[in-house]
């Protein structure tokens, strides 16, 4: 019976059905990884601390601007939080964030660390174009 019970549960969570779920364990991980008390993430990231426990148990489903204090407070990119919880259509999963996030022999703590660095990145990069279509013009 445990085994039917636990494919039911995979089952769920394969079609989406387990969003709120998914996105709550995964905040947890992070939270818990970064060494942090529930009530410092919440203090943190601007909610209540009822409320930030009912979202890590799956019973409220954050909305993105929370998801965006949240990713802010743990220090992770917001791609990579809104693709976990399911934000992020189709398209968008086709990227180098959605790699990341996806990659299954990564660690929570290295999912971090690249989509961090690839965020870095970019915003140098686009920073760097934005200075030499300034220069150009002579």
């Known amino acids: 019976y445990e085994q039917e019970r636990d494919e039911r549960q995979d089952d769920r969570r394969d079609s989406g059905l387990d969003l ?14 970064a060494g942090v008390s529930l009530r410092q993430l919440a203090d943190k990231a601007g909610v209540s601390n009822p409320y930030l426990s009912q979202v890590e148990r799956g019973l409220r489903k954050p909305s993105a601007e929370v998801l965006q204090s949240i990713a802010g407070a743990l220090r992770v990119s917001t791609p990579v939080m809104y693709l976990r919880a399911g934000l992020l259509d189709a398209k968008d999963r086709e990227g180098v964030l959605a790699a990341i996030a996806a990659d299954p022999d990564l660690t929570i ?11 870095t990145f970019r915003r140098e990069n686009a920073r760097g174009t934005s200075a030499t279509v300034q220069e150009e013009p002579r």
């Open 20 to 33: 709120g779920q998914n996105i709550g364990n995964f905040i947890r991980d992070l939270r818990r990884n």
């Open 109 to 119: 703590a290295q999912k971090q660390s690249l989509s961090q660095i690839y965020e």
